[in-house]
């Protein structure tokens, strides 16, 4: 089962001290203004975090009442740190499809044992996924690390077994540099009604001057049946210091891939720079009533667009911010708070999720 889901006692006590230290820190409305700088400098060994990116050209999702997310075209990169500890750790993934956490690696995951105790189960395991573990805990090749399997083959030539993340329609590839800084990447065709569909997400963290900087692009192209524009893409790029409020970047653009689109116009694109979070959603709408008219509906179902997610996360009480280019709900008023509360399905998703403090 993937690090995220085994934090060690001792690890969960450091980020749950950390986040006491910093004021708990667990939602918007608690985080220090924007620019505040730790008063003795920043040290990198004193800060803890846990500072995610996930990015799907489709993402289906449930809330029952946890969040549960599937993606087609998966990016994924997150970084981690416990205070005192002399290394961090990142993971990426990179997929053609993703059933999500509980699925993949709970319900009918093979990876139920530690990381790098191999795989003794036998069970299911997701053939287009691409992940590595930075630092590598294992003394020779890594049991963390995957490779896509569909694509496995031996080249001409050559008796050395090899893998093959990219090829025609398809890029699956996931790598983490060291453990602060990591990338992905999972592009697909023809898949869920759409000619493509995909995602890149890049994370590094500077532990000389403790800024954290995500960047994430999401698309999907040639949208099945749309009423409106049936190509969108998504760009978000997030950057964060300890002890304050992340900064937000983002560019939303829209086009019909047949032409014009039913505005007559070849597409629109709006977007804000460095803009505070506790801003961002205000601004975001404001922007986005500019081209109401012309954004009414992405995707099949004439989906909804132009309102980002902001909140805390269901798992561990985060900060939680998601922009999509389209997002249509499914909610069952009946079940609030239950299963079935609310389902949908987001084009162009992009999430960022943390939790950065530094002790003083």
């Not at 708990?24 to 800060?47: E, I, L, R, V």
């Not at 996924?129 to 030539?157: E, I, K, M, W």
């Not at 964060?240 to 891939?257: D, E, V």
């Not at 081209?291 to 902001?310: D, M, R, Y």
Request: charged share 15%; proline share 5%.
């Amino acid at each position: 089962m993937s690090n995220r889901m085994q934090r060690s006692p001792a690890r969960a006590a450091a980020l749950a001290g950390s986040m006491v230290l910093m004021g708990a820190m667990t939602a918007p409305a608690h985080a220090a203004d924007a620019g505040t700088s730790p008063k003795s400098g920043f040290d990198w060994t004193n800060a803890s975090y846990i500072l995610t990116v996930r990015s799907g050209g489709i993402e289906f999702y449930d809330q029952i009442p946890r969040d549960l997310q599937q993606d087609v075209g998966y990016s994924f990169v997150e970084l981690t740190h416990d205070i005192g500890q002399d290394q961090g750790q990142c993971e990426s993934w990179g997929a053609g499809y993703w059933l999500g956490q509980e699925v993949e690696e709970g319900v009918l995951g093979a990876g139920a044992a530690p990381p790098d105790a191999g795989d003794v189960s036998g069970g299911y395991r997701n053939p287009t996924t691409s992940r590595q573990v930075r630092p590598n805990l294992s003394a020779g090749q890594s049991q963390s690390d995957r490779h896509p399997a569909v694509h496995n083959y031996f080249p001409p030539g050559n008796d050395v077994y090899a893998f093959n993340p990219e090829g025609p329609g398809y890029k699956w590839t996931a790598t983490c540099d060291n453990d602060v800084k990591g990338q992905s990447q999972g592009d697909v065709t023809n898949a869920g009604g759409v000619q493509a569909a995909g995602s890149t997400s890049q994370a590094v963290l500077d532990k000389t001057t403790g800024v954290y900087t995500a960047t994430s692009r999401s698309y999907v192209f040639g949208i099945e049946g749309a009423t409106g524009f049936d190509s969108a893409s998504s760009f978000m790029q997030i950057t964060n210091r300890p002890n304050s409020n992340a900064t937000i970047t983002y560019r939303m653009s829209y086009f019909n891939s047949g032409g014009l689109d039913k505005s007559g116009t070849n597409g629109v694109t709006f977007g804000g720079t460095d803009v505070p979070v506790q801003e961002f959603a205000d601004q975001f709408n404001n922007n986005a009533k500019t081209f109401s008219s012309s954004l009414s509906a992405v995707g099949p179902a004439g989906a909804g667009t132009l309102q980002p997610e902001v909140g805390v996360s269901t798992d561990g009480g985060r900060y939680s911010i998601t922009i999509s280019a389209g997002h249509g709900h499914l909610g069952f008023n009946a079940r609030q708070g239950g299963l079935g509360e609310d389902q949908g399905a987001r084009f162009g998703s992009i999430t960022f999720q943390g939790v950065y403090g530094q002790a003083s």
